[in-house]
């Protein structure tokens, strides 16, 4: 069974930083593309990054800007999260997927269980 295992999240003050790792469990990844979600208190999961399986082409949400920075060490992948603000409060998801085909939860297959991440005023 295929395993993506989320760790590094955290209570953190507003202004804070935190680290999110995943490390998937099997060898095939290091081949897929790997990113993360979130899912705010009361809303929707949205996409927030993702990385091909070289590190040479990346993908970001929207609402991200240089807050975060998404990185990947073969079948691992970080989430740095910078200058956190209360509205980044969510659980945040691992993801993966043989090829990237877009921002949906949809486009990808493999799902970690999550990691909450809480942004204290």
């Known amino acids: 069974q295929v395993q993506l295992v989320e760790s590094g999240g955290g209570l953190v003050q507003a202004g804070g930083s935190l680290k999110l790792s995943c490390e998937a469990s099997e060898f095939k990844f290091w081949g897929y593309i790997m990113g993360w979600f979130r899912q705010p208190p009361g809303k929707e999961r949205e996409f927030v990054a993702a990385i091909d399986w070289s590190g040479g082409s990346t993908y970001y949400g929207d609402f991200v800007g240089s807050q975060f920075i998404i990185s990947r060490d073969k079948a691992k992948v970080f989430l740095q999260m910078n200058k956190l603000k209360p509205e980044d409060t969510a659980v945040y998801y691992c993801?993966?997927?043989?090829?990237?085909?877009?921002?949906?939860?949809?486009?990808?297959?493999?799902w970690g269980q999550g990691t909450q991440v809480t942004v204290s005023t």
């Open positions: 993801v993966g997927n043989m090829n990237y085909s877009g921002t949906s939860p949809e486009s990808f297959e493999f």
